[in-house]
């Protein structure tokens, strides 16, 4: 019977040998002083589909510039004055405190805050602030087409562009396909820095000739053709209209409503400490 029980003993041991293993320790590939880097550090550090020789090239690279760090940071901690180290430390609790304070908020007031914001609402701050609105460049209406010289369609296309009903902007935009580039949305104002984005021949030196209030011009360039209509100019410094701003203040009124939020809720955490007794000034 005692060498029945010892077998058995024997056979635990070998077969849950496993159970009894030291973890498995992470592979470094480099150390400085006591600090390792490990393969683990550097898994998702060459993209996908990367060459060999690529991939060597930056992890090499990594590596090289860990160790560097490193070893700046162990000599600066040797040769750093006392006093500058611990103004760096005061400075280093505070931004940890700023960072955890600010992401805290920032989930509370994502949780609470009211981003819905009305039309009259819009209106409203419009006009309590507009004197303060002037658009620091021209504002423009335009619209514009830009195709290749030898579109065969190109006559029926400047027909439509310039009667430009709703039936002829539908047309055109069923032949967009076959335009360079296109803007058919002439209501809405555009900053004249986007028109020489959009229209390279215009710039800051020439849209005198070509940027003016019911201007209706064709341009030609190497090889395609420009057609443009400019409904109205807005100058600078002009008070901006509200649909240019609209984007605008309502941001304006969501960023009010977390700054008031956030005070809010500042106000009552410190409250709350002060009730469970958790802060209180000694006098």
Request: proline share 3%.
């Amino acid at each position: 019977m005692k060498y029945c029980f010892q077998i058995l003993i024997l056979l635990l041991m070998v077969t849950s040998c496993d159970y009894f293993k030291a973890p498995r320790k992470p592979k470094a590939i480099a150390r400085v002083g006591e600090n390792y880097l490990f393969e683990a550090d550097i898994l998702d550090l060459v993209p996908k589909g990367t060459s060999k020789q690529d991939s060597i090239a930056i992890v090499k690279s990594f590596i090289g510039q860990w160790a560097t760090k490193k070893l700046l940071f162990e000599a600066a901690e040797k040769n750093i004055g006392k006093s500058q180290l611990d103004e760096f430390n005061v400075l280093i609790e505070q931004y940890k405190v700023d960072l955890y304070t600010k992401a805290y908020l920032e989930n509370l007031v994502i949780r609470q805050i009211d981003t819905l914001v009305t039309e009259d609402q819009i209106v409203d701050y419009y006009n309590k602030n507009k004197q303060y609105f002037k658009n620091s460049d021209e504002l423009v209406k335009l619209r514009y087409v830009n195709l290749v010289k030898e579109n065969p369609k190109f006559a029926k296309v400047k027909s439509k562009f310039s009667s430009f009903t709703k039936k002829d902007k539908k047309e055109l935009e069923q032949l967009a396909v076959q335009f360079k580039s296109y803007a058919f949305n002439d209501s809405i104002w555009v900053d004249i820095n986007q028109v020489y984005e959009k229209i390279p021949f215009i710039n800051i030196e020439n849209k005198q000739k070509y940027i003016s209030s019911g201007m209706n011009f064709q341009y030609p360039d190497s090889s395609t053709v420009w057609l443009v209509k400019v409904n109205k100019v807005l100058p600078k410094n002009s008070a901006t209209p509200l649909e240019f701003l609209r984007p605008t203040i309502k941001q304006i009124i969501i960023n009010n409503r977390k700054l008031k939020l956030i005070n809010t809720l500042e106000k009552e955490i410190t409250n709350d400490a002060i009730k469970d007794n958790k802060y209180e000034i000694y006098k």
